[in-house]
Nanobody, 114 residues
Framework: QVQLVESGGGLVQPGGSLRLSCAAS????????MTWVRQAPGKGLEWVST????????DYGDSVKGRFTISRDNAKNMLYLQMNSLKPEDTAVYYC???????RGQGTQVTVSS
């Protein structure tokens, strides 16, 4: 069982950047492809990005493509999401999860507002 803890959210102005982190513990992180998902107020979960076990293959939702970058450091059991050119519609709680599973953590709040 992998435990995941998200961090790095906050309040940022439109056009700004944030880097989210996800710390994994309790199992072999490198065994899993990982995903970021988000949930905006009053809406369902939206898939954001996925990275394979080695970090060599990534994929992004259309709404974040070209602005967000997913990465991982298997030596540190860490997953990251670099978010640039943030827009108000990126406001949401962001969760990391093993690909194909529902998020279990508390998530980290990202608010994009002037």
């Amino acid at each position: 069982q992998v435990q995941l803890v998200e961090s790095g959210g906050g309040l940022v102005q439109p056009g700004g950047s944030l880097r989210l982190s996800c710390a994994a513990s309790g199992s072999t992180f490198i065994n899993y492809a990982m995903t970021w998902v988000r949930q905006a107020p009053g809406k369902g979960l939206e898939w954001v990005s996925t990275i394979d076990r080695s970090g060599s293959s990534t994929d992004y939702g259309d709404s974040v493509k070209g602005r967000f970058t997913i990465s991982r450091d298997n030596a540190k059991n860490m997953l990251y999401l670099q978010m640039n050119s943030l827009k108000p519609e990126d406001t949401a709680v962001y969760y990391c999860a093993i690909r194909g599973t529902s998020p279990r953590g508390q998530g980290t709040q990202v608010t994009v507002s002037s």
